[in-house]
């Protein structure tokens, strides 16, 4: 299968700049994933298309303050950081840089608060670089030097508005370096509503990084190979997954993070693991769903892992047609754009 087979036409005018003026305003479109059946509602009317009984689970990363810049001690040159896991002690972070061919063993760099980190690691042909520092660097320095990772598609500087609406209401666990954005639409009320319902919810952490920021170079999709991303999932959850499964109740995963955890922590029988690991998995279609049975999620990129993930969900025609109608309709697309639930 060929990587360009999950391309669309897409306006630039689409492409959500700015989070709408209302969190959980937004539109959804309602994708009937065996009939290909769409249907137009906003976000508003999503607990009147979640039936009772139904397990949400949600993923509770929090975004860090990631994207850094230092200046090159010896030209002055500022140079564009994107810190994505700490190494041992916290005092090494593997990190994804711009222009990276001009980011060399041994260059120093100063950040605001006068740290500075030295290039340690070069991964020659990649944006990676590892960069050390003397000693831990924690949350308070991302506070003090960092600035709200928002995605290359959005063409501007972060601002106050982006420290509120780029993290999800209940988000709880810091790591992301990127938001999982599905989350965005759910307000605190709209979380109440559903608890009204009795719709139960459940929550994993996947901190987002590589997998989500990579495009797919290969032609062929079945050589793209996933970075690593770290995901827990508690016994609670663990628990409360086994009990829906076995009441024959949906499991309805928020976001593609979501879907990445439980598919990763399930065992060959589709029972979800506890723990903490890692995962690569990569989902396109002839993937073979074993826990989830229903998804939210947003619109996602031309040619990404993300597209082939719902297409394998959904079925390839299905979701290009339904991006071609949310195309036709104006829906806005990506991270603070409008939202579908396949089901």
């Excluded at 906003?42 to 039936?51: K, N, Q, T």
């Excluded at 990445?260 to 396109?284: H, Q």
């Amino acid at each position: 299968m060929l990587t360009s087979d999950f391309n669309f036409d897409l306006p630039e005018e689409l492409i959500a700049q700015r989070p709408s003026g209302e969190r959980g305003n937004d539109k959804l479109m309602y994708l009937n994933k065996v009939t290909g059946a769409v249907e137009h509602h906003s976000m508003s009317e999503i607990v009147d298309l979640v039936a009772p009984g139904t397990l949400m689970v949600f993923n509770d990363s929090r975004v860090r303050r990631s994207r850094c810049y230092g200046i090159k001690t010896t030209s002055g040159r500022e140079q564009e950081f994107m810190f994505l896991n700490p190494i041992g002690d916290g005092s090494s972070w593997n990190t994804m840089v711009k222009g990276a061919k001009k980011v060399k063993q041994d260059n120093e760099y100063r950040f605001s608060d006068g740290s500075i980190g030295t290039i340690v690691d070069v991964e020659q042909g990649s944006e990676f670089r590892r960069i050390q520092f003397d000693s831990p660097i924690d949350e308070a320095w991302f506070e003090r030097n960092g600035h709200i990772p928002l995605p290359p598609y959005i063409r501007r500087e972060d601002d106050d508005t982006d420290s509120e609406r780029y993290q999800t209401v209940y988000a709880r666990e810091t790591g992301s370096a990127a938001a999982p954005t599905a989350g965005l639409h759910f307000t605190q009320e709209i979380l109440d509503k559903l608890r009204e319902k009795k719709i139960d919810l459940a929550w994993v952490t996947l901190h987002v990084g590589l997998g989500t920021f990579l495009p797919v170079r290969e032609d062929n999709i079945e050589n793209h190979k996933m970075h690593t991303e770290y995901y827990t999932v508690t016994e609670e959850t663990s628990e409360k997954i086994r009990i829906a499964k076995e009441e024959g109740r949906p499991v309805l995963a928020v976001g593609t993070t979501s879907v990445r955890t439980l598919e990763s922590a399930s065992d060959e029988n589709g029972n979800v693991v506890p723990g903490t690991r890692g995962t690569n998995i990569f989902m396109y279609p002839g993937y073979k769903f074993k826990v989830v049975d229903q998804m939210f999620t947003n619109f996602h990129t031309p040619e990404s892992t993300l597209i082939m993930l719902v297409s394998a969900f959904a079925g390839k025609d299905n979701i290009m047609n339904a991006y071609k109608c949310a195309v036709e309709n104006k829906y806005r697309f990506f991270s603070y754009g409008d939202c579908m639930l396949i089901k």
